[in-house]
């Protein structure tokens, strides 16, 4: 773990700020259960993004408590206990005393003592702070504990009036990245760069969509990562018309063109990246015709990415070139103000620009200004350093009667990662090409 224990007590500190400012309490969330796969298997365990946001801590059946009032604040740890026989069997774990330690917490105790501990921290306090209504567990559980404190109601002791999500709060945190992050997220970026680059270089006629998605989990994996931030999109030919084809299982044919969605994961922070590119290095004229317009599309929508613009000022700048280039090619009729206004575009662009990005792959943060504008829909949100969204403008044009048979079953997206910063933008994807001539002379070479 690169990120110091001290970036996770910060982010402690701040959720404490919060709770103060609403009357002091207690805030719990969970790590996660391994989940099995199916008989004696169990799938990769990764932890819930908030918890990991606030801990670091990397094992299962853990919670973390925090304690915060005016002038008082604790941090406590439950997690799972040594056990000779279960770490023969299943590999290391930290136990209380270690974890505390290492973690930065001011106490830990085993996980199962969570529920009495949480029983009594929760006595006399004004708000209980729980991911709310994200499983029927964890609310049965909140309901155990608040049984616990009411019934000591006639001993004078009250339970706290008031629930508060707690991702509320911590989305807010998590949607500006820090130093840390970032860090980590250029990483992430990097390696995924290089599979996208090596995608390119053993793409041929012949190959399957899988053979290609081998080589970008190879270079994933080499470089540290645990595994993809999401389920790799392969596809060749007409199966890049559809969205989220997960199949890569298709043999590759000379003449089409190969998208990929791809991006590994690293220390819980995701990377995501598109790339469209010939099976067989060239492209032919309906394909860099299209293709031409989304990359303008892509360049033009990065270029909008800077402070003060708002969440959709991208997208708006994308969809507009987008159309342009679709009238232009005689795949829409009329002008472009009138597709806009109808949405006639919809047909072959039908997804927005852009999503957060962070330790999930469509990040926590809302897209638009919280609270009832006086009229109208609420503002778009305004950008600001520290955020970090995908730029994924895309064409897909299915085969149909009344199209141009060019053009049938092109599907293209190109699609980086960027982060605002103070001074516009920077790209943290730009290891990759995406220049059509740079694509050609990179699988040439």
Same mark, same amino acid.
């Given at each position: ?10 982010? &402690? ?17 969970? $790590? ?16 819930? $993004? ?5 801990? !670091? ?13 005016? !002038?008082?604040?604790?941090? #406590? ?73 009411? +019934?000591? +109601? ?20 998590? #949607? ?8 980590? @997220?250029?990483?992430? %970026?990097?390696? $995924? ?12 006629? !012949? ?17 540290? $990562? ?43 922070? %995701? ?9 067989? !290095? ?20 990065? +270029? ?20 342009? /280039? #679709?009238?232009?090619?005689? #795949? ?17 662009? @039908? ?6 990005? /962070? ?14 504008? *006086? ?16 730029? =994924? ?28 910063? *103070? ?14 001539? =740079?694509?050609?002379?990179?699988? &040439?070479?």
């Amino acid at each position: 773990m690169t990120m110091p224990v001290s970036a996770f007590a910060a982010r &402690r500190d701040a959720l404490a700020r919060t709770l103060v400012s609403e009357g002091g309490g207690v805030a719990v969330l969970f $790590s996660g259960t391994e989940v099995m796969r199916n008989r004696d298997s169990d799938y990769p365990f990764r932890s819930d $993004s908030y918890f990991h946001y606030l801990t !670091g801590f990397p094992e299962p059946e853990a919670a973390m408590v925090l304690v915060a009032q005016a !002038g008082e604040t604790r941090s #406590l740890l439950f997690c799972r206990e040594k056990h000779e026989e279960r770490e023969i069997w299943d590999g290391y774990r930290f136990g209380p005393a270690a974890a505390a330690e290492r973690f930065g917490f001011d106490e830990a105790y085993p996980i199962g003592e969570l529920d009495e501990r949480v029983g009594g921290l929760l006595a006399d306090r004004q708000v209980l702070a729980v991911p709310m209504a994200r499983d029927d567990a964890t609310d049965a559980r909140v309901r155990e504990w608040l049984s616990r404190v009411r +019934a000591q +109601a006639r001993a004078g002791v009250t339970a706290p009036r008031r629930l508060l999500d707690i991702c509320a709060p911590l989305d807010e945190l998590r #949607l500006v990245k820090d130093e840390h992050e970032l860090k980590v @997220m250029r990483e992430a %970026a990097q390696i $995924s760069a290089q599979a996208h680059r090596q995608a390119m270089r053993s793409t041929r006629p !012949g190959r399957y969509e899988y053979e290609i998605e081998a080589e970008l989990l190879h270079v994933f994996r080499h470089h540290g $990562s645990p595994f993809p931030a999401y389920g790799s999109i392969v596809a060749g030919g007409a199966n890049a018309c559809v969205l989220h084809y997960r199949a890569n299982d298709q043999a590759l044919r000379d003449g089409d063109l190969l998208l990929i969605d791809a991006g590994c994961e690293l220390e819980n922070y %995701a990377s995501d990246i598109t790339r469209t590119f010939p099976v067989n !290095g060239r492209f032919s004229g309906p394909q860099r015709e299209l293709y031409d317009v989304v990359l303008a599309a892509n360049e033009a929508a990065i +270029a909008a990415v800077r402070p003060g613009n708002d969440f959709d000022t991208p997208h708006q700048t994308a969809l507009r070139i987008l159309v342009q /280039g #679709l009238v232009d090619c005689g #795949l829409l009729e009329g002008s472009v103000d009138g597709a806009l206004e109808s949405g006639a575009y919809r047909r072959f662009y @039908m997804h927005r620009t852009s999503h957060w990005l /962070g330790m999930d792959v469509h990040d926590c943060g809302d897209y638009r200004e919280r609270g009832a504008p *006086a009229s109208g829909e609420p503002a778009w949100r305004v950008l600001r350093p520290g955020m970090v969204l995908t730029i =994924e403008p895309g064409l897909y044009v299915r085969a149909a009667d009344d199209i141009d048979e060019r053009f049938h079953d092109i599907g293209i997206r190109v699609e980086d990662d960027v982060c605002v910063s *103070a001074e516009g933008n920077e790209v943290l994807t730009g290891g990759v090409p995406k220049r059509a001539e =740079e694509i050609e002379a990179l699988m &040439r070479d």
